[in-house]
């Protein structure tokens, strides 16, 4: 005699769209967790990154391992209907499973349905998984955006996760892979490619082929020298690219951003003429040379997050340029690529002359003896 399971337990299929019930076919494994709080069985049949989450079903399967994971179990599917037959511990139970759809996450932000499939197909790569890229990473897949591209070689530290989308057990983890696992639990029916180490250590060849993947590109690393690597392949390659960063104790920061190809200075204009503050030292965010010396003040993820939020929706924006309803593309114009942001802390640092102030720094360029956009002749230095 079957057992039902409690009234307050429940079993939901995970699916992109109602296309994806193509995907649970005879023999498929879903993945998923026993979320025991609300009773619900959450099951997908998105592979997880880094294998996050366990094998919690089969898909018309008859395994013979439901002593090995109590939580294992058969999935049938009629139509578009889908039940299913397992163990809760030693209860067995049998029945209907929900199918949860990812509009289900924008039914009550029901944003333009073209907008929607235009980020679904795009691509973001994004250099660094610290305080800021792994915001920026999961802000836009919570806009939409269907493919990130994760680079970063450093892992998960204590210090960072006061300030960083992990926690306290994703220590020690690579960032990239404490970034995959969170996109995978927000959709998991979005496609994260990670690496772990500096792919300019890489071939041209294979470097060139990471970028071509990409619709845009984030320089979210906190150095000049690997933001100007990204600049040169990312505009050689007729790439978008969107650069930001943080001064001093996150008093303030900027947001950068070119389209090649639309005669606008690309990152080595910048930095060629203008140098801007860089963190040095030990301190995060600061040039002290010690705890002694640092004069910064609580909420540095918060001040962090005010430019990142701004660097997340410019790059929303280029991904839209070409819709016709997007209200994001207004801000992009060909003279407005630099934007200076002051934090609440910002009055009388660098630029600022109160707090939030926020403004554009007008550039020229491209800047005819730039080495990557403008006219320069490198046989010139033969001479």
Avoid at 141 to 156: C, N, P, Q, S
Avoid at 223 to 242: S, V
Avoid at 371 to 377: D, L, Q, S, T
């Amino acid at each position: 005699m079957v057992t039902r399971i409690n009234p307050k337990f429940n079993c939901k299929v995970f699916l992109k769209d109602k296309a994806d019930m193509k995907l649970l076919k005879s023999g498929t494994r879903l993945y998923g967790q026993f979320v025991e709080s609300t009773g619900s069985i959450f099951m997908m049949p998105y592979r997880p990154p880094y294998d996050c989450l366990p094998w919690l079903g089969i898909v018309n399967g008859k395994t013979g391992h439901e002593n090995e994971n109590p939580l294992l179990m058969n999935v049938y599917i009629d139509g578009d209907s889908i039940t299913t037959a397992g163990f809760v511990g030693k209860q067995h139970f049998e029945g209907p499973a929900e199918i949860v759809y990812k509009s289900a996450a924008y039914a009550r932000t029901p944003f333009n349905n073209d907008d929607m499939k235009t980020l679904w197909n795009k691509t973001v790569l994004i250099f660094g998984a610290g305080t800021g890229g792994s915001k920026i990473a999961l802000e836009l897949i919570r806009a939409g955006v269907g493919k990130v591209i994760l680079v970063d070689f450093d892992r998960l530290d204590y210090a960072n996760i006061s300030r960083h989308e992990g926690d306290l057990f994703d220590v020690g983890k690579p960032k990239v892979q404490v970034v995959a696992e969170r996109i995978y639990r927000i959709n998991p029916a979005v496609q994260v490619e990670t690496y772990t180490e500096d792919i300019f250590d890489r071939s041209f060849d294979e470097i060139n082929a990471i970028f071509e993947k990409a619709d845009a590109v984030v320089a979210a690393t906190d150095k000049t020298a690997p933001q100007l690597q990204i600049n040169e392949f990312a505009h050689r390659l007729g790439i978008p690219l969107i650069a930001g960063g943080c001064y001093e104790e996150a008093l303030g920061g900027e947001v950068f951003y070119t389209l090649p190809g639309e005669k606008m200075p690309c990152l080595a204009c910048l930095r060629g003429g203008m140098k801007q503050p860089e963190q040095k030292g030990e301190i995060d965010y600061s040039t002290a040379s010690g705890p002694q010396d640092y004069q910064g003040q609580p909420g540095l993820h918060a001040a962090v997050d005010f430019v990142t939020c701004i660097e997340i929706q410019i790059c929303l924006a280029i991904l839209l340029r070409e819709s016709k309803t997007s209200k994001l593309t207004a801000m992009l114009h060909l003279k407005r690529n630099f934007l200076l942001i002051g934090g609440a802390m910002a009055q009388g640092f660098y630029r600022f002359r109160k707090p939030f102030d926020i403004f554009y720094q007008p550039l020229n360029g491209p800047k005819k003896n730039c080495v990557v956009c403008g006219e320069f002749n490198p046989e010139e230095l033969l001479t």
